[in-house]
């Protein structure tokens, strides 16, 4: 299957900081990426759509000028998390849509394997 | 309002036996839906998905059944083995877009 990469994988940073965390598909080329993020014994919870040389689309409630989304290329996207809060302390997850290359009706997501975020 | 549930956090199984893990929806638009594995610390495994248009779908040991006018679908683990242990989200998709609706999770537990 097609491989998604995440780094780093745990950050602990003090609160006010910035982090960046970036989403690599390592063997295609993603046009669309999503990011996701998981409190602890909870859902996935979708944050924001990512397209390839065009703005993100954000879910409702999800601050963008907080969680700022950046995909340059075809294969990163970068999420960064702005002046970080320890309420944004949550393990985020990346995922990449992929085309079913059997020609099915719909493409499936791969997803990477998280980041875990600690803000002190 | 959680559009996808999957009402049992956890499910524990012998080696060998059946899981069954269920999920319900509430949203008619769903037309796609995903079963996806989650070790902790980890992101989640792509495991089997069905479009709206069937009823079922196998692949190895893992059998999804869809059931729209109950609104529920299912997985179907057989045999369970140990290394199904895991965290296990259903997923489904609005149509006419490609974002996922998650489930809550149900952690099941192959026992040996």
């Known amino acids: 299957g097609a491989v998604v990469s995440q780094h780093p994988s745990r950050v602990i940073c003090k609160s006010g900081t910035s982090v960046k965390i970036e989403c690599r598909s390592l063997?295609?080329?993603?046009?669309?990426m999503f990011w996701y993020r998981q409190f602890p014994k909870q859902s996935l919870m979708l944050m924001a759509t990512?397209?390839?040389?065009?703005?993100?689309?954000?879910e409702q409630g999800v601050e963008k000028d907080k969680f700022l989304i950046n995909h340059a290329s075809l294969t990163l996207s970068t999420l960064t998390v702005t002046s970080a809060h320890p309420e944004d302390s949550s393990f985020y997850i990346c995922?990449?849509?992929?085309?079913?290359?059997?020609?099915?009706?719909?493409?499936?997501?791969?997803f990477g394997p998280g980041t875990r975020l600690l803000v002190l | 309002d959680q559009q996808v549930k999957q009402n049992s956090p956890s499910l524990s199984v012998q080696e060998g036996r059946i899981s069954i893990l269920n999920c319900d929806y509430t949203?008619?638009?769903?037309?796609?839906f995903l079963w996806y594995k989650k070790y902790p610390a980890e992101g989640p495994t792509f495991l089997i998905s069905?479009?709206?248009?069937?009823d079922k779908n196998e692949d190895g040991r893992f059998t999804v059944f869809l059931n729209k006018s109950a609104k529920h679908l299912s997985l179907h683990i057989v045999p369970s083995q140990p290394g199904d242990s895991a965290v296990y989200f259903c997923?489904?998709?609005?149509?006419?877009?490609?974002?996922?609706?998650f489930g809550t999770g149900t952690r099941l537990k192959v026992l040996a």
């Open positions: 995922s990449a849509r992929v085309h079913n290359r059997a020609g099915g009706l719909k493409e499936t997501q791969y």
């Open positions: 063997d295609f080329q993603a046009t669309t």
């Open positions: 990512s397209n390839e040389g065009s703005k993100a689309t954000y």
């Open positions: 949203n008619s638009m769903f037309d796609y």
């Open positions: 069905i479009s709206s248009i069937k």
């Open positions: 997923a489904a998709t609005p149509s006419g877009t490609y974002k996922y609706i």
